[in-house]
């Protein structure tokens, strides 16, 4: 008991953001999760809890909004003919959110496949591959349409609603929607095996790459598709 | 196969945070002539609602690692590292509110020659506002779903961008009638 009590002093007093073979030791000679470990490692008693997450966090959440906010850029200038398709205003959260998280889901799943070892020479034939992204696109398609009949709705018992501008409105999601999950899909798997061959973790890389380019591609391409179609 | 376990579920939870959304986007087409007078705001929204989901989703992740490992005791909320949690959640959303609202005002003085300070103080506000609401929210929710015997993993993404959505615009309403 005083042994293993003594490790884990010793692993608390280790600075936090060193990779240590004593995390590897006490795993393999107590049998305790390497996820408890790194835990005790970070939030320990002589850790500053605070201070940690402060560090850790601040960076990539400030990278990551800014990100976000680069593409409102886009919207930002062609504001007044944004305001006056409704619809759309009640579909930029949603779809914001939905394409964000399609790119976290391609992402991790991709990475999941890489570190299984199934993912052969022949990338674009892989079987699992194909099935992820049929998965992915036939979702966002279904959740696209839900979220354009709750868009009209609300815009009909509103101020109306004119059937052109409706159907217009459906091209252009539907086609922003698609192409990003596409953008998303090649970025993922060319950016996974490139870290993963470069002996990284692509989940490390692959989430806040493909959520930033979900929420700065979807606006700026919703600004471009808005200027071509309305 | 297509339509397995990994579409239903992705499915389920698609749906949920696209709901959220939509309910947060109703919201801002109904106040759509106060909220997009301000100039910048478009520049603002999507890094602000962006920042609820990341702060309040890892603070539910960084929980629910700590109750599977019982490091967290679902029943003992007043420790060092859920007290920890917290502060760092709201101090990160402080600072992140303040970062966009500067952002957004230099958006708007150096594009658009536009000088208004509003657009600093609105995210700072609304910000504050949000995170009372939505840190305790993410943290008792995944509180009570670990104690149901729920995995807080899978619920609290879409759970968190969900409500997020929803607090964020509700708090930026609530900052425009202080500013």
């Known amino acids: 008991m005083n042994d293993i009590n003594k490790h884990i002093k010793k692993l608390i007093s280790i600075r936090r953001e060193k990779h240590h073979p004593l995390v590897h030791h006490i795993h393999k000679k107590y049998n305790i999760s390497r996820k ?7 939030y320990g ?17 400030f990278l990551a909004s800014i990100i976000s906010s680069l593409g409102g850029f886009a919207l930002e200038f062609i504001k007044p003919l944004f305001v006056s398709f409704i619809p759309l205003v009640i579909m930029l959260p949603a779809l914001n959110n939905m394409i964000g998280a399609y790119g976290a889901i391609i992402s991790s799943r991709f990475t999941t496949l890489l570190h299984e070892g199934k993912v052969g020479k022949k990338l674009f034939k892989n079987a699992e591959l194909k099935n992820i992204f049929c998965q992915v696109m036939i979702i966002s398609i279904i959740t696209t349409i839900f979220s354009l009949l709750i868009s009209f709705l609300m815009s009909y ?18 086609i922003d929607v698609m192409f990003l999950i596409c953008l998303i899909f090649i970025i993922s798997i060319f950016a996974g095996v490139y870290y993963y061959k470069n002996n990284e973790d692509p989940n490390n890389f692959l989430i806040p790459i493909t959520t930033s380019i979900a929420d700065f591609g979807n606006m700026g391409i919703l600004a471009v598709l808005i200027i071509i179609f309305l | 196969m297509i339509f397995d376990k990994n579409f239903k579920d992705i499915l389920a939870s698609s749906m949920i945070s696209t709901s959220g959304g939509l309910f947060a986007g109703i919201i801002l087409a109904i106040y759509a002539d106060k909220i997009f007078l301000i100039p910048g705001i478009l ?27 019982h490091v967290i005791k679902p029943n003992h909320i007043k420790t060092k590292i859920i007290k920890g949690n917290v502060i760092a959640a709201l101090f990160l959303a402080l600072i992140i509110s303040f970062s966009l609202g500067l952002f957004a005002f230099a958006f708007n003085y150096y594009i658009f020659g536009i000088f208004t300070t509003k657009i ?3 995210p700072l506000i609304a910000g504050v506002i949000a995170n009372l609401i939505e840190v305790p929210l993410a943290l008792f929710t995944t509180l009570y779903l670990f104690k149901k015997g729920h995995d807080p993993n899978n619920i609290m993404g879409p759970f968190v961008s969900a409500t997020g959505d929803i607090t964020s615009i509700i708090a930026l309403l609530l900052a425009l009638v202080i500013v």
């Open chain 2, 43 to 69: 520049v603002l929204l999507p890094g602000f609602l962006e920042m609820r989901g990341n702060i309040s989703g890892t603070l539910s992740a960084r929980i629910s690692s700590g109750l599977f490992i």
């Open chain 1, 45 to 61: 008693p002589h850790s500053h809890v605070v201070k940690t997450i402060m560090k850790e966090s601040l960076k990539i959440l």
């Open chain 1, 36 to 42: 408890t470990l790194f835990y005790i490692k970070e």
């Open chain 2, 120 to 122: 600093i103080l609105l």
């Open chain 1, 157 to 174: 018992l509103g101020k109306g609603l004119d059937f052109n501008i409706a159907l217009k409105i459906v091209i252009i999601s539907l």
